[in-house]
């Protein structure tokens, strides 16, 4: 089974957006000792695959990893650039041997298989520095839902460890296919830029997520002000909930990057630091047009409040004019309807008729007020 036949089966399309975003996940590591890996995420059938990619200015190699012994760093002397892409986290026996061999911090390793970690920075001490942040896909269209994936990245001296959770197809092959043409910058520098160009593809990625966005906001748009009745309030909260979630989602990585820029790292080369400042400037173009997307949604929320109120007003209105015209012309009946033997009126001849002409005069002087008001 593909991944992409797997992703199709485990996520429950019929369930609504709202609902689907306030699911949660029942697996915790409460009560157990810190460190302890239990995966936090959806139930995945799949084995965890682990990709090395050696490479440098003259050389490039990509294989799949077989055996764990296969993806120890490189010696010391050997000029090389080792990534290690792991794509699965929910085994979490094979990310625990995985740390020992680099040996991680283990709180390290228990953020990478929680997948409802919000995105975070660490630098250790022992030489490595730890990031996770979350890729956004736009699950469905209409109506839109967007769906987060857990990425984590562990940056040393010559290598980068990279964990994706396994429902999409991987979302590094932009930055793999460039290495393999030796296109660009990556196979000339160090992991440092190595981590830039795959946290940029998951930048790169928002804007994508955001074009969707600003395609339902203006269809959105458009029905409010045409006074749609098909649209309802469930459906601008939805949209109101995804844009939320997008927010919280990339707002930390604004302080993650500023802290990359801004403090003495060894890790980090200075040549690098422009490309990260570039990817800094990115996040605030995403978080302003998010920010810009949430007051135009809360204002088109305000329009049609506005418009349903209108639409009732009017709708009140007109019982209101039937009911004052109706309200004289009962009175006129009720009074000829009653049983008294002594009625002068009830022994003309032509009363009946008169009383007709007085409630059509009655009724036609009201309607003629009524407009002279504006009212109708």
Avoid at 32 to 60: A, V, W
Avoid at 243 to 262: C, F, K
Avoid at 313 to 338: H, Q, W
Avoid at 346 to 351: H, I, P
């Amino acid at each position: 089974m593909s991944r992409t036949e797997h992703s199709h089966h485990a996520k429950p399309t019929e369930l609504d957006p709202v609902i689907k975003r306030s699911r949660r996940y029942k697996k915790r590591n409460l009560l157990t000792s810190p460190g302890t890996l239990t995966y936090i995420g959806p139930d995945i059938e799949l084995k965890t695959k682990i990709r090395r990619i050696q490479f440098n200015d003259h050389l490039f190699r990509n294989e799949p990893v077989k055996s764990l012994s296969e993806c120890r760093p490189a010696e010391n002397g050997e000029p090389v650039i080792t990534w290690l892409d792991v794509d699965g986290i929910h085994e979490t026996g094979l990310i625990e041997k995985l740390g020992k061999l680099y040996d991680l911090h283990p709180l390290l390793l228990e953020d990478i298989v929680n997948t409802e970690h919000k995105p975070k920075l660490e630098i250790y001490d022992d030489g490595y520095l730890f990031l996770t942040l979350k890729m956004l896909h736009v699950e469905t269209e209409s109506p839109i839902c967007i769906t987060s994936e857990h990425v984590s990245f562990v940056l040393g001296e010559k290598y980068l460890l990279s964990f994706q959770e396994e429902l999409t197809d991987d979302i590094f092959t932009p930055v793999l296919n460039r290495l393999e043409a030796s296109v660009g910058k990556t196979r000339r520098n160090g992991p440092d830029y190595l981590l830039f160009a795959l946290m940029d593809v998951v930048v790169d990625n928002y804007f994508i997520v955001l074009e969707k966005l600003g395609d339902s906001l203006d269809y959105t748009e458009d029905q409010v002000i045409r006074g749609s009745e098909d649209l309802s309030l469930k459906e601008l909260y939805a949209l109101k909930r995804e844009l939320t979630m997008a927010r919280r989602q990339i707002w930390p990585l604004r302080d993650m990057i500023n802290q990359l820029i801004r403090e003495d790292n060894a890790l980090i080369e200075k040549e690098a630091i422009p490309y990260y400042r570039d990817l800094y400037d990115h996040i605030m173009q995403v978080l302003d047009t998010i920010d810009s997307y949430r007051e135009l949604l809360a204002s088109l929320a305000d329009v049609h409040l506005s418009t349903i109120s209108n639409r009732m007003n009017s709708v009140m209105k007109t019982l209101t004019v039937f009911s004052a015209i109706f309200m004289p012309l009962t009175f006129i009946v009720g009074v000829y309807g009653m049983n008294f033997d002594y009625m002068p009126e009830l022994k003309m001849r032509y009363g009946y008729f008169y009383v007709w002409g007085l409630m059509a005069v009655v009724t036609v002087g009201m309607i003629f007020y009524f407009k002279s008001k504006k009212w109708t």
